[in-house]
């Protein structure tokens, strides 16, 4: 080989190293992350997560992906905290139920009939940051990043009996969220309240270890509950928010550029959530009717009046001591 071409030689397998160091480099800059969810694809929750994901990678230029692993592929929804909190799984929307079981502040959300109806929801949730303020500082102490609040439908209690009045739910027993105060307020109204992981519902129902669950409507309708039970109540005792969470640890190593992008990816799929909601609510109830559920409207005011007694049960609590002040900033918000 002469001198010449022995020089164009090493001249080409520079260039090529250069090459293929530039393109791990780049390589290096996609962020491949993960999204535990427990709901299946057309939950408005998993819709609104996706919405998130697909606005992160376009204000990102496709350098932060994140694979969306829904219908409970990573587990429950206090098992995806955990390996939050743990950095294992980087973003997850959490229902603030079990997560209140790692962060008892998040019970706040459970309290019986707290919001009035979805025109307080998002006056409460989007009209100022006291609220986000408040949760970003206690989730950050439990290895959380809060992104914001998913509005995910009101709830109401589904089973193998119709629910016309108070007096139709005594003594019946009934799966309730992994939390202290949907316990106490099932136990309020004369009811068995047995903690149970969503997972474990739809067995738990056919069986009939429980007599009835409570949930949201769109929540039963798109798990297909309805081939289980056929009576709905819309109680609408609380309203569901879901804690889109990430991992702090995962939060940290973002430069600004990543920062700002999962924000601005936020405030995209909030807005697509908060509109989707309101729609779903006009249309779910008759989407279960169509699958032969009979779905009944009792008056409320028994139902508020016999839980009222679960504040002063929560405010007894160190949790509930200092989140006091978010109660009653969520009450007097008009």
């Not at 190293?17 to 709901?39: C, F, R």
């Not at 408005?44 to 990102?60: C, M, N, R, Y």
């Not at 309290?111 to 307080?120: E, M, V």
Request: hydrophobic share 45%; net charge positive.
């Amino acid at each position: 080989m002469t001198f010449r071409m022995s020089c164009l030689v090493r001249t080409c397998l520079v260039a090529l190293a250069a090459t293929l160091a530039g393109a791990g480099i780049a390589a290096a800059q996609v962020k491949e992350m993960s999204l535990g969810n427990v709901n299946p694809p057309k939950h408005g929750t998993s819709l609104a997560s996706q919405e998130f994901i697909d606005k992160l990678a376009e204000l990102s230029g496709g350098k932060m992906k994140v694979a969306h692993h829904h219908s409970g592929a990573l587990g429950g929804e206090r098992e995806v905290a955990q390996q939050i909190q743990l950095g294992a799984v980087e973003f997850g929307p959490i229902t603030t139920a079990p997560l209140s079981t790692l962060v008892p502040e998040m019970s706040v959300f459970q309290l019986p009939y707290i919001f009035r109806d979805y025109d307080h929801v998002f006056k409460a949730l989007d009209g100022g940051d006291t609220i986000t303020k408040y949760y970003d500082g206690v989730l950050e102490k439990k290895g959380f990043k809060l992104i914001g609040f998913i509005a995910a439908g009101y709830r109401g209690i589904y089973g193998h009996f119709p629910i016309n009045s108070i007096a139709d739910v005594k003594g019946k027993k009934v799966r309730v969220q992994e939390d202290k105060i949907l316990v106490a307020t099932f136990k309020a109204l004369g009811m068995i309240s047995t903690p149970i992981a969503f997972p474990e519902v739809a067995t738990a129902l056919q069986t009939k270890v429980i007599d009835s669950a409570e949930g949201g409507i769109n929540t039963f309708y798109h798990n297909k509950f309805y081939d289980v039970v056929k009576n709905v109540a819309d109680v609408r005792h609380t309203h569901q928010a879901v804690a889109l969470v990430m991992s702090k640890s995962a939060w940290d190593k973002q430069d600004a550029a990543g920062k700002k992008a999962i924000q601005d990816a936020w405030a995209h799929a909030r807005a697509f959530n908060r509109k989707f909601i309101l729609d779903e609510d006009k249309s779910i109830q008759d989407q279960v009717r169509a699958k032969g559920v009979a779905i009944t409207k009792p008056d409320a005011t028994p139902f508020r009046q016999a839980t009222m007694s679960v504040y002063e049960e929560f405010y007894a609590t160190p949790a509930g001591k200092d989140a006091k002040k978010i109660v009653d900033h969520i009450l007097a918000v008009k």
